[in-house]
């Protein structure tokens, strides 16, 4: 399997020294600058999978998420990584968006190690830090999953602090919180850290009758340009599943981006690198029916806030390569 492995990255890198990168057509995608789906794009240009796929990859980052929005909306760039829920938004208002998967991860809920919290009912009266505003979606989820398994409105029975995801995990950290719903990464740092998770947004969505399985973040591209560049949005998306391949069963290939990775020790960069795994979603395309049960949650807690006039699933929102 190792050989195998071997010897896929030598042709995809064989196959991109044959073709000069000025011959080649630019796809330019707009991310976070800190994001971590920067761990994927660089690995696909190291190894060349945007070459051998036709395209010459172009990373575009931003301070934030907002602004890169803003520049693919613009036209500065041809992709942006964003939530799919945020692109069933755009296309319930008229707007030709679509995406496909790039994660599955989602964070959860942690308590300082020598809490003695051991449910959700345990946070009454408690200062919950959350990062991404009041509409985070896994704030709302863990909200209707303590409304349906305690009677609890989480809301009103705790203190919400909001703020940036480095603030949330420095006062996570000093004990200066309850508990603490942050991004995926920073949890798992939080976590090598010693907190302990009470509950996943995974198995909170599983009791809420949900799929955890279904990709919160994509890929997302316009419809005129899919329709102009079918080639390129499909090259795109078997570059992102070669280097899915790669970092999901090789180790070594960590090594290449633990720098951009910012982990503090071992244990920080075991953790970030097993649960970014755990995330990779599964081949094949998404089942809408689960996305749209998702959706139908996100918009009875969100409201039109969140989801817009997306109150059930656009037709066309997921694109398929397979």
Aim: proline fraction near 4%; charged fraction near 20%; aromatic fraction near 8%.
């Amino acid at each position: 399997m190792r050989f195998l492995k071997l010897f896929v990255t030598s042709f995809a890198l064989m196959c991109a020294t044959l073709v000069q990168a000025d011959d080649l057509p630019k796809l330019r995608v707009a991310v976070l600058k800190i994001g971590t789906v920067n761990w994927e794009l660089d690995t696909i240009k190291r190894l060349g999978l945007d070459k051998s796929n036709g395209f010459e990859l172009v990373v575009q980052g931003y301070a934030g998420g907002d602004a890169s929005r803003v520049a693919f909306q613009g036209g500065e760039a041809d992709v942006v990584v964003a939530d799919w829920i945020w692109t069933a938004r755009q296309r319930a208002s008229g707007k030709g968006f679509a995406t496909f998967p790039y994660s599955t991860a989602v964070g959860g809920l942690v308590v300082p190690k020598d809490s003695a919290v051991q449910t959700l009912t345990d946070l009454a009266g408690t200062k919950v830090g959350i990062a991404g505003g009041p509409l985070d979606k896994s704030w709302l989820i863990l909200r209707a999953y303590a409304q349906q398994e305690y009677g609890m409105d989480l809301k009103a029975a705790t203190e919400q602090v909001f703020g940036a995801p480095p603030l949330i995990f420095k006062t996570g950290l000093k004990g200066e919180l309850g508990g603490a719903i942050n991004f995926w990464h920073f949890l798992a740092k939080m976590k090598s850290a010693g907190m302990r998770q009470i509950i996943s947004v995974s198995d909170a969505a599983t009791a809420l009758g949900l799929d955890p399985a279904t990709p919160l973040l994509g890929y997302v591209m316009k419809d005129s340009f899919v329709a102009e560049h079918p080639e390129l949005a499909k090259g795109l998306y078997l570059a992102s599943s070669g280097a899915k391949e790669v970092l999901g069963s090789d180790d070594a290939a960590w090594e290449a981006i633990r720098e951009r990775m910012n982990a503090k020790n071992d244990t920080q960069f075991t953790t970030l690198r097993d649960d970014w795994r755990a995330g990779i979603p599964a081949a094949g395309p998404v089942d809408e029916e689960a996305a749209g049960a998702m959706l139908a949650v996100m918009a009875k807690l969100g409201g039109d806030k969140l989801v817009g006039e997306a109150n059930t699933l656009p037709e066309g929102v997921f694109l398929n390569f397979e």
